[in-house]
């Protein structure tokens, strides 16, 4: 079976969620968008450097 980009960030989601608060799920990772996986590598969309610079720094 085939993994696609949005099926892994799904997965990626699920874990995420059930680990942070959900007010800061809502806040920091429902705007973010898969793009693209290759060669095990999922590329993802976030809406600002900021929300890159989050990302990184948590």
Do not use: G
């Not at 007010?23 to 095990?40: E, R």
Request: a negative charge.
């Amino acid at each position: 079976m085939q993994q696609t980009a949005e099926s892994v960030w799904k997965k990626c989601l699920s874990f995420v969620e059930d680990n942070i608060d959900p007010q800061a799920f809502k806040t920091w990772f429902n705007p973010i968008v898969p793009v693209k996986l290759k060669d095990n590598a999922l590329n993802i969309e976030v809406p600002s450097k900021f929300f890159y610079e989050w990302i990184e720094e948590h």
